[in-house]
């Protein structure tokens, strides 16, 4: 079966950054922001994307280029049957992932069409505790799932590149567009000073905790550790700089993230709504609730929730295609039966989520972030102790004098230092989910003892070719 690729440079890029460019810059991103501080949360974000995020979005694009395979098809090629297991654990960090990302793709469709009526605007709250889990959000959440199937079912080139080619774009102008109108509104200057302005006293008192949330953050929206990048560079057929893609597609994503802030907050602050309640509903109960209070506030809710739409679908279509390169590359299924399969399998897990509050938070709010922090890890080791002078070299092809200059930092940072960082994060992040909170020293010695172990047995299987 001859392996997809992708047309075009730009159809690549634009893909990459529609993974990137999802919920985690609209739903997730404010969230997070709000509840860590504002200005605290965005600067470690920013320093966490450029540090963390990009080294680690090239580790991940050099497995797949080189391999030109699925993330379990990746590993067992570049390094053997036994480190299938990391592809074991893309696959697990995708289904997980798009169980509850559907869930939410469903609710911002019944916004999207809800907003055209302004059925909503007199009681946001009720409204979103009407509609957030049951038999509904099942039905939406399915409705979300089957546009996602209908796209990658039409393949890489004719699915996936010609919807995000437009999707992207499309997401730029239009927030663009809002966030030039939101800086008219009375009050919105309260909203840039939150989020712009940096308050170090609570970034001095709350550092590590808002360290862990960025961090996860920086993961989730660079879509880095689940395999979905890994999977879009299996698809490239051509010579040209990951190191330069990466970059582009970061800041691409970053820009549109923080986009997405100079919308959202000063929105609130020019309504006087409070931007650190709500959890995982604030994008829909306080935001839902502004518009009720604005001039054509019907017409900006279809345009707002379309755009958050177009963000989610765009991110949900790469986490669908890591399960099903899986079963085509693996399996030898048609396309057809591949993505059928996977979104059946998809329906039956997101309406668990969609039903139960408590597994939806479980999956949104803590497995996530540690699967994927979990993934990367294995991801960059690997890359380090097994691939070695191989990453290095893939690294390099097609990029050049930089990359030839740039290589050696990027192989000792994706080697060591950042494996411990992530790691000192996971087990941060471990010891308050097992109620055993782990202080900063505790941490980072559990941290440099488990990266330690695990290089200590990946050293014994380099790579060969």
Known sequence: ????????????????????????????????????????????????????????????????????????????????????VLGVVALVAAAVILSFYSVVGGWILRYTLASATGAYFEAPAQYFAT?????????????FLLVTVAVVY??????????????????????????????????????????????????????????VAAAGQALFTLSVGAGAMLTYASYLGEDRSLAADATLIAVLNTAIGVLAGLVIFPLLFSLGL???????????????????????????????????????????????????????????????????????LLFVTGSVAAFSPTVFGLLADTIANLVLTAGLIGFLLFDGWVLGRLARKEYERGGGWIARATAAPWY???????????????????????????????ALVVALVGVAAIIAVFRRYPASS
């Open 274 to 344: 409070s931007p650190g309640q709500g959890g995982p509903g604030a994008l829909f109960v306080s935001l839902a609730g502004a518009f009720a209070d604005l001039p054509y506030g019907r017409l900006v809710g279809v345009i707002f929730f379309g755009v958050v739409l177009l963000a989610a679908l765009s991110s949900a279509i790469s986490i669908l295609e890591v399960l099903v390169s899986y079963l085509v590359d693996e399996h030898d299924l048609d396309r057809s039966v591949a993505t059928t399969g996977a979104g059946g």
């Open 131 to 143: 509609i957030d889990y049951g038999l509904g959000a099942i039905a939406y959440h399915a409705a």
């Open 412 to 442: 000792y940072a994706i080697a060591i230092v950042l494996p411990v960082f992530l790691a000192f994060t996971l087990a941060t992040g471990m010891g308050s989910v097992l109620g055993v909170p782990l202080s900063s020293p505790s």
């Open 154 to 211: 039409l393949g890489v080139d004719r699915g996936i590149e010609a919807s995000t080619t437009v999707m992207v774009p499309g997401i730029v102008v239009l927030f663009g567009a809002l966030a030039v109108w939101v800086s008219t509104l009375s009050g919105s200057a309260e909203g840039y000073a939150f989020y712009l302005s940096l308050d170090v006293g609570y970034l001095r008192e709350n550092f590590f905790d808002v360290l």
């Open 1 to 84: 079966m001859t392996r997809a690729t992708w047309r075009t440079r730009v159809g690549f890029i634009l893909a990459a950054v529609g993974s990137a460019v999802g919920l985690g810059n609209v739903w997730r991103f404010p969230w997070l922001t709000a509840e860590n501080g504002g200005a605290a949360f965005l600067l470690l974000y920013l320093l966490l994307i450029v540090t963390v995020g990009v080294p680690g979005l090239i580790g991940e694009l050099v497995i797949g280029r080189r391999s030109q395979r699925n993330p379990v098809g990746a590993f067992r090629e570049l390094g053997g049957s036994r480190f299938q």
